[in-house]
T-cell receptor, first 115, second 113 residues
Framework: AQSVTQLGSHVSVSEGALVLLRCNYS??????LFWYVQYPNQGLQLLLK??????LVKGINGFEAEFKKSETSFHLTKPSAHMSDAAEYFC?????????????FGAGTILRVKS | DTGVSQNPRHKITKRGQNVTFRCDPI?????LYWYRQTLGQGPEFLTY????????KSRLLSDRFSAERPKGSFSTLEIQRTEQGDSAMYLC???????????FGNGTRLTVT
């Protein structure tokens, strides 16, 4: 069975500082990996995804993530935080070989950006 | 792309009542998913459809829950004899085939009193 662990349920950074949100996954088969963002009372919006190919993936709003198979990690980073980045972020994994591509989500990390 | 639409946005009901939610996916998408999200947790998979066929149901989906997708278009999720533990955000998502990303709606927040 697949699973996702997000280290840190809350992360606080200053505006302009580096954002690092950690995600580790468990999967017995090649994974597809995703980061979604959720603003209050809204659905989830896809930030970026890794399927195959280049392990450094760039997404929207200046975010990027690197797939490290040896570390089973897919951490999300952004060089300089903006106030509008304050939201909840979810890492998710799906089974690349499974028919259906349903996602297994982590518990989420709430990002707070201080002015 | 008009996005995934869910109605209602909020539903308050008394324990024991039945509720039904509707999801209108992006029109070209073959797959439709239902997830449940409780406070402080990530979304949990409930069920998914490919066109009109319901292909998988989670063990989370008790027999009080039923989902349909007639004609492979919109979908409904019904909860019978609601319990307080059913209070959650119910999210719908849709996608093309072949592991394309899921597009989520804004959810229906259910409160059972």
């Amino acid at each position: 069975a697949q699973s996702v662990t997000q280290l840190g349920s809350h992360v606080s950074v200053s505006e302009g500082a580096l954002v690092l949100l950690r995600c580790n996954y468990s999967s017995s088969v090649p994974p597809y990996l995703f980061w979604y963002v959720q603003y209050p009372n809204q659905g989830l919006q896809l930030l970026l995804k890794y399927t195959t190919g280049a392990t450094l993936v760039k997404g929207i709003n200046g975010f990027e993530a690197e797939f490290k198979k040896s570390e089973t990690s897919f951490h999300l980073t952004k060089p300089s935080a903006h106030m509008s980045d304050a939201a909840e972020y979810f890492c998710a994994v799906s089974d690349a070989l499974e028919y259906g591509n349903k996602l297994v989500f982590g518990a989420g990390t709430i990002l707070r950006v201080k002015s | 792309d008009t996005g995934v639409s869910q109605n209602p946005r909020h539903k308050i009901t008394k324990r024991g009542q039945n509720v039904t939610f509707r999801c209108d996916p992006i029109s070209e998408h073959n797959r439709l998913y239902w997830y449940r999200q409780t406070l402080g947790q990530g979304p949990e998979f409930l069920t998914y459809f490919q066109n009109e066929a319901q292909l998988e149901k989670s063990r989370l989906l008790s027999d009080r829950f039923s989902a349909e997708r007639p004609k492979g278009s919109f979908s409904t999720l019904e909860i019978q004899r609601t319990e307080q533990g059913d209070s959650a955000m119910y999210l719908c998502a849709s996608s093309f085939l072949d592991n394309s990303p899921l597009h989520f709606g804004n959810g229906t927040r259910l409160t059972v009193t």
